[in-house]
């Protein structure tokens, strides 16, 4: 099986986890239990509960008062659950119609008070050249598996100025196969595998006070 990014519009086949489930819910934190939809779009693979538990977990109190950018961002999970466990900020880039309204949708109805969506591509968006203070403490990096969109996106963070020191940087890919080509000065933290999924944490550069893998 082929497995896609959170949204891969352009997939010939639709890629889901948990069969046809269109819900999640927030595991942690002030939004803990509400439930979050997301649409039925093709090749669209959010985050299950129990990686965001795990990769929470790693965080630990990094979350808290973070700057966020939920990259590929899908249903939005991972940004909404760093919002619930005290992110002071996130930012989401979908290329997804559907699914950017629908993200914006639960940032009102949750009353999200430092969030956007940006409804673009996920390359456009890291084109331009960020500030010091719009640059990201923590990043959500989940492209499509089957694409040249890792590589790319990862390089366009590190040379725009889009991460802080010691900033952290989660990855999903396939766990089969040689690792992507990822920026050198990105440190692997942690890393777990479920199914044919890899994840793991990265920091940049030194500056961290997570314990290495």
């Given at each position: 099986m082929t497995f896609r990014g959170k949204s891969d519009v352009g997939a010939a086949v639709p890629v889901r986890r948990g069969g046809q489930a269109?819900?999640?819910r927030i595991i942690g934190g002030a939004w803990r239990g509400r439930k979050l939809r997301f649409p039925a779009s093709q090749g669209l693979r959010p985050t299950p509960d129990r990686v965001r538990e795990t990769l929470f977990n790693w965080l630990g109190a990094r979350a808290q008062g973070a700057r966020c950018l939920d990259l590929f961002a899908g249903s939005g999970a991972l940004g909404l659950e760093a919002l619930s466990r005290g992110a002071v900020h996130a930012s989401?880039?979908?290329r997804d119609v559907?699914?950017?309204?629908?993200?914006?949708?639960?940032l009102a109805e949750w009353g999200a008070q430092d969030a956007h969506v940006e409804h673009t591509d996920a390359l456009t968006y890291l084109a331009g050249a960020a500030t010091a203070a719009t640059a990201f403490d923590l990043v959500f990096l989940d492209p499509p598996?089957?694409?040249?969109?890792?590589p790319r996106a990862s390089a366009l963070l590190e040379h725009g100025g889009w991460l802080k020191e010691g900033g952290l940087i989660y990855v999903e890919y396939a766990a089969r196969g040689a690792p992507p080509?990822?920026?050198?000065?990105w440190a692997l933290l942690k890393a777990k595998q479920a199914g044919e999924v890899g994840y793991h944490l990265y920091a940049r550069a030194a500056l961290n006070a997570l314990t290495p893998a």
């Open positions: 269109r819900t999640l989401f880039v979908e559907t699914a950017a309204r629908e993200l914006r949708a639960r598996f089957d694409s040249d969109l890792l080509p990822l920026p050198p000065v």
